[in-house]
C-alpha cells in the first residue's frame, strides 16, 4: 500500500506530459501503456523505492520541460520537489536525471 501512490504520481504525470504533447486520447494511450508495462506493474505491486524513483525522475523531467518554456517560481519549486523526490528515494538516481535533463536540454 505505500507504494501504490508512487504509481499513482508516475500515471498523473504520464497523463499530464502525454495531453501536452498529444491531446486527451494521447495522454490516454500513454497511461494505457505505462501502466501495462511489465516492469511498472512489477515495481508497483512490492515494496521497493524503484517506483518511488520513478515517480520522481518523471515528475521532475516533465517540471523541467515546463520550467524551459516558461520558467517561473512556481515551476522551479516544483522541480525542486520532483528532484528531491527521486533523490531522497535513492541516491542513484541523480545519474539517470543528469542524463534526463541534458537529453531535454540538447533536444
Known sequence: ??????????????WRWGRRLFGEWG???????FTNTPPVLAHAGVA?????????VCSALYA??????EPDWKRSILFGVGLALALLAKFSSILVVRVCLLTLVLL
Not at 6 to 13: H, K, N, R
Not at 27 to 33: E, G, I
Not at 48 to 56: E, L, W, Y
Open 27 to 33: 495522454a490516454l494511450a500513454a497511461v494505457f501503456l
Open 1 to 14: 500500500m505505500g507504494i501504490l501512490p508512487f504509481f499513482v504520481l508516475a500515471c498523473v504525470v504520464v
Open 48 to 56: 521497493t523505492m524503484d517506483m518511488a524513483v520513478g515517480a520522481g
Open 64 to 69: 523541467f520541460t515546463r520550467w524551459l518554456e
